[in-house]
């Protein structure tokens, strides 16, 4: 339980008595703390394994052509020469000289290697098997992020007229009180889409270059202007949005969340695979 929130066994060591004492009553006291722990262990270890799988190259995209030798930028026509028996010998002294044709790259930062901010949604049509499961989401995507010493952000909302719950964590400063804040909290409230997305672009605006990860379980009227003025600060900063849609037997409309996402994953299970399709992307 205790390792699930990021309290790793060295640090319970230099935790006071008393805190240790106080973690391990609220632990036994909230059933939700409890059924949100047992999902971030496993979230955690999932997320853990997706940030290691990936990639560490630079991805850069086409643009103009060079003399080199690097095999995976080849112009087609080099990889003719190569394949013909009469060019075959020619190919490979060209190839050793540096003297191949091969694609010039423009390089561009790779994906899930800056800031995350997650919107999490505390309307009260959330039920509680998918409040658990998107807090423990937000948590588990938060351990992965501190893994890679990545700034982190969590916005709760609810409707217009409810207050944003904004909790800050910057790389290294890592605070279990703060996630078990995030877990017990809840609104109740109504829903408004708008509040919190405006809330992430501030902080993008103001020099964050994140990434947003939108929960939510429903539909919400979102005005053309709003879209408008988003859907363009998404191409001019740049930065992505990726929503977690929880489904309810399938019914729950796509549309508006699609309107300002770059991708829309639809959860209808509430599993830790479907957890996995997030943090494989994020």
């Known amino acids: 339980m205790l390792e699930a929130w990021g ?5 319970i060591q230099n935790l006071p008595y008393e805190e240790k004492m106080e973690l391990a009553e609220k632990l036994k006291r909230d059933q939700k703390l409890k059924e949100v722990a047992k999902l971030v262990g496993r979230f955690r270890r999932m997320a853990l394994s997706k940030q290691k799988e990936k990639t ?5 995209a086409r643009t103009k052509l060079k003399r080199g030798s690097d095999l995976g930028r080849m112009h087609s026509s080099e990889v003719l020469k190569l394949t013909h028996p009469y060019f075959r010998y020619d190919f490979l002294s060209r190839w050793a000289k540096g003297r191949l044709l091969v694609y010039e790259t423009e390089e561009k930062e790779s994906l899930g290697q800056g800031p995350v901010i997650v919107c999490i949604d505390n309307s009260g049509s959330i039920k509680p098997a998918q ?18 010493n990545r700034h982190f952000v969590f916005i709760q ?4 007229s409810d207050p944003l719950s904004l909790v800050e964590i910057r790389p290294g400063e890592a605070n279990y009180k703060k996630l078990l804040a995030i877990a ?19 902080y993008i605006e103001k020099g964050m270059k994140a990434d947003i990860v939108f929960i939510t379980d429903g539909d919400c009227a979102v005005s053309q202007e709003f879209l408008m003025s988003f859907n363009q600060a998404r191409k001019d900063v740049p930065f992505s949005v990726f929503s977690a ?14 309107r300002f996402s770059d991708e829309v994953f639809s959860i209808e299970d509430l599993t830790c695979e479907e957890a996995g399709e997030i943090f494989a992307r994020v």
Do not use: M, N
């Open 7 to 11: 309290v790793e066994p060295g640090e």
């Open 56 to 60: 560490q190259s630079r991805v850069g």
């Open 131 to 148: 409040e658990i499961w998107e807090k423990a989401l937000a948590i588990g995507l938060f351990q992965a992020a501190d893994y890679k």
């Open 157 to 160: 909302y609810g409707g217009p």
């Open 245 to 258: 849609l929880l489904t309810k037997g399938g019914s729950t409309s796509s549309a508006t969340v699609e």
């Open 184 to 202: 017990q909290y809840f609104l109740g409230g109504g829903t408004d889409f708008e509040k919190p997305l405006k809330k992430a672009r501030e």
